[in-house]
């Protein structure tokens, strides 16, 4: 029986191998996971009502952050913070 090489062309496009399937779903989440952590990252960056928020909610986030910029030495960050937050609780 001939089937037409449009019928066939859906059948072997419908059926991809189960490995293909998982690698491409590993790089989605792996794009989304690198997004998500750049606007994390740029958050925290640019504001410091953010990092308050993160230390009272994800400290070991914060200390990520911190480890991170220090690493890039970008110092002080960290000070300036416990600073402004140690003043706001007078």
């Not at 037409?4 to 072997?12: D, E, G, H």
């Not at 790089?27 to 958050?43: C, D, P, R, S």
């Not at 070991?60 to 910029?69: A, G, K």
């Amino acid at each position: 029986m001939h089937v037409p090489t449009c019928v066939r062309f859906r059948l072997t496009h419908s059926m991809e191998p189960l490995g293909k399937k998982i690698f491409k779903g590993l790089l989605v989440a792996e794009l989304v996971g690198l997004l998500g952590a750049y606007f994390l990252f740029n958050k925290m960056n640019t504001s410091q009502d953010f990092r308050q928020t993160m230390s009272k909610k994800f400290p070991f986030i914060l200390e990520v952050y911190y480890r991170s910029t220090e690493q890039s030495r970008m110092y002080g960050i960290r000070e300036q913070d416990q600073e402004k937050w140690l003043k706001s609780k007078k």
